[in-house]
């Protein structure tokens, strides 16, 4: 099944006293480009979740957001320095009596002051904290590719549509290159017959005419290759795994039969047909550049 580049995820969970949420979003790109916003003091979970996408992904420019938020009371512990808020409060009496003035050094005061109490944040778990952000990243990764699914079914029925204009097409050609080969034979046998009047005409020189005529204009090979590719190309659709640059390479390859039927066309019809069908394979080729 094809898949399109383009994809978006997002998965949300409490886990461990985190709030944790993880989006993945992707666009067209020729290779595997990775780029991510993530919370400074996690960053060590950076090649984790490349590596964790670059198994399920294979083409294209993905961007990862992770946030997450402590919940409270998983922030970590208040502490007093008891020895710092001693000292503070000798100060603060000796201050009192010096200067005769009142010594208000109560708990509120003491709190107040410079690193008498601090926070000291939990102790992580890094092995917890990987395990916690792989289960969600997991989840938006698997809703991802949902959506790339989704995305690459639409885009293999609209390239199977077009395939099928294109051989309808080809059938065509094969049978104007014929009645042009017959009309030219025609015109060829008329028009001599004018200029050599009541003379005998040399069939086997109009037949040799006519047959250097055919192999110039014959467009049965380049039809047969057409006919192949397009074979391939529906055979590549249903594969399972990227396809993308199979693809790519068979619509240069259709594109190229295509220019030389062109190039050997003296009828207005052909021409037209020739038109039609590169105008096809160009919507093809923007197709094909969305597949992974």
Not at 28 to 34: G, T
Not at 111 to 134: F, Y
Not at 230 to 248: F, M, S, T
Not at 282 to 289: A, C, F, G, N
Request: charged share 30%; proline share 1%.
């Amino acid at each position: 099944m094809a898949l399109s580049m383009t994809g978006y995820g997002r998965s949300e969970a409490v886990l461990h006293g985190r709030n944790i949420t993880v989006e993945i979003k992707s666009v067209n790109s020729r290779y595997f480009e990775y780029t991510s916003r993530i919370p400074r003091g996690a960053a060590f979970l950076d090649d984790k979740i490349k590596q964790l996408l670059a198994e399920k992904i294979s083409r294209g420019k993905v961007e990862v957001s992770l946030q997450m938020t402590v919940l409270e009371g998983q922030t970590g512990q208040l502490e007093v320095d008891w020895d710092l808020a001693d000292r503070y409060a000798q100060v603060m009496q000796k201050m009192g009596a010096q200067l005769g003035v009142k010594d208000d050094a109560t708990a509120s005061v003491l709190c107040r002051m410079p690193e008498v109490i601090r926070l000291v944040p939990a102790k992580l778990d890094e092995e917890q904290l990987w395990q916690d952000v792989q289960s969600v990243c997991s989840s938006a990764l698997e809703r991802f590719i949902q959506m790339r699914e989704r995305e690459g079914e639409k885009l293999t029925r609209d390239i199977l549509s077009r395939l099928d204009v294109i051989e309808t097409t080809v059938g065509k050609l094969e049978q104007n290159g014929a009645q042009q080969v017959e009309a030219y034979t025609q015109r060829l046998y008329t028009k001599l017959t004018v200029l050599l009047e009541d003379k005998q005409l040399d069939d086997a020189r109009i037949l040799t005419e006519a047959a250097i005529f055919a192999d110039k204009t014959a467009v049965d090979e380049e039809t047969v290759r057409l006919r192949s590719h397009l074979g391939q190309y529906r055979e590549i659709l249903a594969a399972e795994g990227p396809v993308g640059r199979k693809l790519d390479f068979l619509t240069q390859e259709l594109n190229r039969e295509v220019n030389t039927i062109g190039s050997k066309c003296n009828d207005l019809s052909m021409t037209r047909m020739v038109v039609d069908t590169k105008a096809e394979i160009e919507k093809i080729r923007e197709q094909v550049q969305n597949i992974e």
